[in-house]
């Protein structure tokens, strides 16, 4: 089955062997995403800034892809502060407040850069 690809230009792409988002047949990855833009981090100490960049950086592979958000069933955040939740919820819900996707939210103890607050993947199947 044929695989399309989006690269976003992270270093830690072709370190790590991955990418951004990939697409095969009718269902697209997201790999997780945070607030990283020209190897700088977006929004530091905002969780809400944060969780808006990330989101705007999926929907964009998204959209390189021939999805859009309104395809996404699932969301996954990984928060390195729970008590946060709302600011990053806020966000969230702006993005997908008619589509409601399957989403979880948990905290982990550290992301890649210790400036990180949020960390998002997500799973779309086109209609």
Request: net charge negative.
């Amino acid at each position: 089955m044929n695989r399309k690809r989006v690269f976003t230009g992270s270093p830690w792409e072709p370190l790590v062997g991955y990418c951004r988002a990939i697409r095969i047949g009718d269902r697209i990855e997201v790999a997780g995403t945070t607030a990283m833009k020209d190897g700088e981090v977006v929004g530091v100490g905002n969780p809400y800034e944060q969780t808006k960049f990330i989101l705007q950086t999926i929907e964009q592979a998204l959209i390189e892809l021939g999805s859009g958000m309104s395809d996404v069933v699932r969301t996954r955040m990984f928060v390195t502060d729970i008590s946060k939740w709302e600011e990053i919820g806020k966000a969230h819900g702006e993005f997908f407040k008619e589509v409601q996707p399957a989403a979880t939210m948990v905290e982990v103890q550290a992301l890649i850069d210790p400036r990180l607050l949020v960390e998002i993947e997500v799973y779309a199947i086109l209609r």
